[in-house]
């Protein structure tokens, strides 16, 4: 069993920045892929970023490449997403979650088992 929790979101105008951090304890974190999803009102949610294990290969939804960066420290058990030049469509409840590699793209809900209860981003226009 893994418990995640998010925090670092918040209501921010358009064009601004903010650092979520998703901090895990239980199993070994390190022997897990890290992904951020997001899910806005009356919408399906939908992946974000992933982060291999060992932090060395990561992967971004184009609707955000260039603007946030997945990142994490095991030695901490914590993954971040730091999110710049937030734009209004960004505004949605950011997840965390840990699981393992099936696709290579770490962009499937299904290879994730344990997920946060999720942290709410509001970008205001």
């Known amino acids: 069993q893994v418990q995640l929790v998010e925090s670092g979101g918040g209501v921010v105008q358009a064009g601004g920045s903010l650092r979520l951090s998703c901090a895990a304890s239980?199993?070994?974190?390190?022997?897990?892929?890290v992904g951020w999803f997001r899910q806005a009102p009356g919408k399906e949610r939908e992946f974000v970023a992933g982060?291999?294990?060992?932090?060395?290969?990561?992967n971004y939804a184009d609707s955000v490449k260039g603007r946030f960066t997945i990142s994490r420290d095991n030695a901490k058990n914590t993954a971040y997403l730091q999110m710049n030049t937030l734009k209004p469509e960004d505004t949605a409840v950011y997840y965390c979650?840990?699981?393992?590699?099936?696709?290579?793209?770490?962009?499937?809900?299904?290879?994730?088992?344990?997920w946060g209860q999720g942290t709410q981003v509001t970008v205001s226009s």
């Open positions: 979650a840990v699981g393992w590699d099936y696709s290579g793209s770490y962009s499937s809900r299904a290879e994730y088992a344990y």
């Open positions: 982060i291999s294990p060992n932090g060395g290969r990561t």
């Open positions: 239980g199993r070994t974190f390190i022997n897990y892929v």
